[in-house]
């Protein structure tokens, strides 16, 4: 059995530059992006949004909701959060847990624009206090004062 041997086509040859060297981050001439022409000509389609556009569209459009008897406009997260808040008066813990996350970023926010003003440090440690002790509070009227959290489930209402 014989074996016949393909030869391969011989690649184009560049203009020969007597000074340009092909190698490791100089590839040939004739494999460059041609000048004026994009190298993803099927890119991102103008007018697309990215996941930060969107969610900032949903979180801040404006919902219709129902205060004290009243319709009234707020963004969507502000909605949100009014229904955390309630659930959470309401001793629903997990929403009381939510609202714990979210409050260094609104500590944080606060401190940020109260930076130019005199306001004591100790404040901030006087907040956290009472928080803790209105979360303690919470948890001994649910509870019986078990700091473990019960059952993980939803609490009795």
């Known amino acids: 059995m014989t074996t016949q041997l393909r030869k391969r086509a011989p690649k184009p040859k560049a203009a020969p530059v007597a000074d340009y060297k092909v190698g490791y981050c100089r590839p040939p ?15 991102r389609p103008k007018g697309s949004k990215n996941i930060a556009t969107i969610a900032k569209e949903v979180l801040f459009k ?3 909701i129902i205060e004290n008897g009243r319709r009234r406009k707020v963004p969507a997260f ?3 959060m009014l229904n955390l808040l309630k659930l959470s008066l309401e001793r629903d ?27 004591p440090a ?17 948890r001994e009227a649910d509870g019986g004062g078990d700091s473990g959290g019960g059952g993980g489930g939803k609490d009795e209402q």
């Open 62 to 64: 404006q919902v219709t």
């Open 122 to 138: 100790a404040d901030s440690q006087h907040d956290a206090e009472i928080v803790a002790e209105f979360a303690k509070m919470l």
């Open 29 to 43: 001439k004739y494999s460059r992006f041609r000048e004026g022409r994009s190298g993803n000509p099927n890119g």
């Open 93 to 119: 813990m997990r929403a009381f847990d939510k609202i714990m996350k979210v409050l260094p970023i609104v500590q944080a926010s606060m401190a940020a624009e109260d930076s130019t003003e005199d306001r």
């Open 78 to 80: 502000k909605a949100l």
